[in-house]
Each structure stands twice: as structure tokens, then as C-alpha cells.
């Protein structure tokens, strides 16, 4: 159980406790006022309710039930794939596995319709080497045995992988290149958010700069380390947040789908072939459209939220 005061005005009682909570959606939050999990001034409330600058609020999360992926047939851009593993071009809004408000519909249902995963034993994660944010698009690496697992994982804490990721991000360079190294750890005021924190994990991202338009810029990023939102957290600390992103860049950004951040190109070698392997795959259609009216001198910019 956790309880809180609320100091000013914060809006409906569902955007708050999505607000306090990190992995709570709005539509859970709804569900938990329905269900009594959440107390406003020891009284139950409906979830439009608007929160007042001293209200208490008392929440108790219900007993959670346990999470086993199940297979559920969707589409799915496979740009790779042998008898130990595959690679994945993942579409922009798809969570990669179930967690706590997206029990099912991510991409591990779905590739469990389209693979055998019952060599590894994880009935959340199987075969995930990695991650991609859900608003993040780009490609995946999936073990489909113990091996492969293991081998792939071996090459991320060697930072002997490829990550290139392209983004859109805010703001002119002086620099064409620049490496960011800086810790990160859980924002101490909003913990929905990472930071650079002093005594957070190592961190490093080494960016290019490919193009620059009038008030943007699009950016190859190198991952060296590969921390929970490593690229958007620190382009934004260098004061080039990446356009459109809902967490870190400002309110008046690139309207589209969230962050314009793609993961272009993945490279690692076979597990039992030794074969260095690489694939690349183009930024989905609302990234390119962007795009292209950047370098046309058409200009979006407007508030998003």
C-alpha cells in the first residue's frame, strides 16, 4: 500500500495515479478506482474525478496475477530468421513483451504464433535478447535456443553488437560528432523517467549529425551501453531532446506517433556459424514524411500535448 498528498492541481484522479505509478496505464487506473484499489480522502471516487491541491490519496494495488505470454497470430516484419534465431523489424506503438498494463497483444505474442520458443525457459520474455521502447521502431534480435541466448546475450555485455539508431532531435550543432558519456538512473522527481544521476549506471552514446534543417536535425546514435531510455535521455541532456517524445523532449514538438527514433541497424555474430551478420531497415512512413518535409522547409512544430 503507498498513500500521498497531492501539493497542487493535478487534473483527473486516472491521469494522476498513471502519473505516480510508472508501469500503470489509464485504462488500469480506471479499473483500480472501479475496483476500491484507490482511496481519495478515505472514499472511493470515479475515475473523472478531479484531483484538489490536500487530497490524500491511498492506494493498494490488487494481488497481482501471475503473467505467461501466450501466442497470439499478428503481423509481423521478419527480416531474418534460421533455426536458432531471428530478426525482427518491430513497428512503431508495439510494447516487446507483457508487463503490468500490457498483459498480451505485444510482441512476444506474437512471435510466439510464428516460432517455437519451448527450449528457453521464460514464459514472459522468450528469446528477448533486448529492448525497444514501445513508441520506438527498428529491428530486434530474438534467440530461439538456450545457445543462442546465450551467445547474443554474451555480445551486448560485450558491447561487441551493432546499434545505429536514427533520430529526429531538436535544435542546430555546432559539432558533427560528439560521444555522450553520463550515468543513468531513475529520476528522483518523476519516477517515470530516467536521468543523469551521479552513482547511476554507466552509460555511453556516440551520435553523428546527418542532416541539419532549420530547428532540427536528423542524427545517427551509436549504442556502446544500452540502458532503459539511453538515446532519449541523453540527447535531451545535451539539450537536443529527440522531436516528439512524450517523456523528454518539450511540449511543442514534431506531431506523430511519439519519439521519431528508429532502430536502423543491428549487427552481431551467429551463435554457431561465427558468421558476422548485419541488417538494415529504412524509418517507417510518418518518420520519412517528417523527413521529407524537413528537407523541403515545411516545418510541423506544433504543441502535442
Known amino acids: 500500500m503507498s498513500d500521498f498528498t497531492v501539493t497542487t492541481e493535478a487534473g483527473r484522479i486516472d491521469k494522476v495515479l498513471a502519473e505516480h505509478e510508472p508501469d500503470l496505464s489509464r485504462s ?11 482511496l481519495v480522502n478515505g472514499a472511493t471516487v470515479p ?3 478531479k484531483v484538489q ?11 497481482p496475477v501471475p503473467l505467461e505470454a501466450v501466442a497470439q497470430p499478428m503481423p509481423l516484419d521478419i527480416v531474418y530468421e534460421d533455426d536458432q534465431l531471428l530478426v525482427v523489424n518491430k513497428p512503431q506503438g508495439l510494447v516487446v513483451h507483457p508487463a503490468p498494463g500490457h498483459p498480451d497483444q505485444t510482441l512476444v505474442n506474437g512471435l510466439l504464433a510464428h516460432a517455437d520458443f519451448s527450449a528457453i525457459n521464460d514464459v514472459i520474455r522468450p528469446g528477448i535478447v533486448h529492448r525497444i521502447d514501445k513508441d520506438t521502431s527498428g529491428l530486434l534480435m530474438v534467440a530461439k535456443t538456450p545457445q543462442a541466448l546465450a551467445s547474443l546475450s554474451a555480445q551486448l555485455k560485450a558491447k561487441t553488437t551493432i546499434r545505429e539508431y536514427w533520430a529526429i532531435v ?6 558533427a560528432t560528439g ?24 552509460a555511453v552514446t556516440h551520435f553523428t549529425v546527418l542532416e541539419q534543417f532549420n530547428r532540427y536535425a536528423l ?25 516528439g ?14 519519439q521519431f527514433l528508429h532502430a536502423r541497424t543491428l549487427g552481431f555474430v551467429h551463435p554457431t556459424t561465427g558468421e558476422l551478420l548485419t541488417f ?9 514524411k517528417t523527413l521529407a518535409d524537413l528537407r523541403a522547409g515545411i516545418d510541423r512544430t506544433q504543441k502535442i500535448r
Open 28 to 38: 488500469q487506473a480506471a479499473k483500480w478506482l472501479a475496483d476500491g484499489a484507490v
Open 47 to 49: 475515475a473523472k474525478y
Open 53 to 63: 491541491p490536500g487530497d490524500r490519496i491511498a492506494i493498494t494495488p490488487p494481488t
Open 170 to 175: 531538436h535544435g542546430t550543432f555546432r559539432e
Open 179 to 202: 560521444t555522450i558519456d553520463a550515468p543513468l538512473g531513475r529520476d528522483p522527481k518523476d519516477r517515470k523517467k530516467q536521468a543523469v544521476v551521479v552513482g547511476g549506471r554507466h
Open 219 to 243: 542524427v545517427k546514435c551509436v549504442l556502446e551501453t544500452g540502458r532503459t531510455h539511453q538515446i532519449r535521455v541523453h540527447m535531451a541532456y545535451i539539450n537536443h531532446p529527440v522531436a
Open 245 to 258: 517524445d512524450s517523456l523528454y523532449a518539450p511540449r511543442v514538438t514534431l506531431p506523430g506517433a511519439g
Open 280 to 288: 538494415s531497415r529504412e524509418v517507417p512512413p510518418l518518420f520519412a
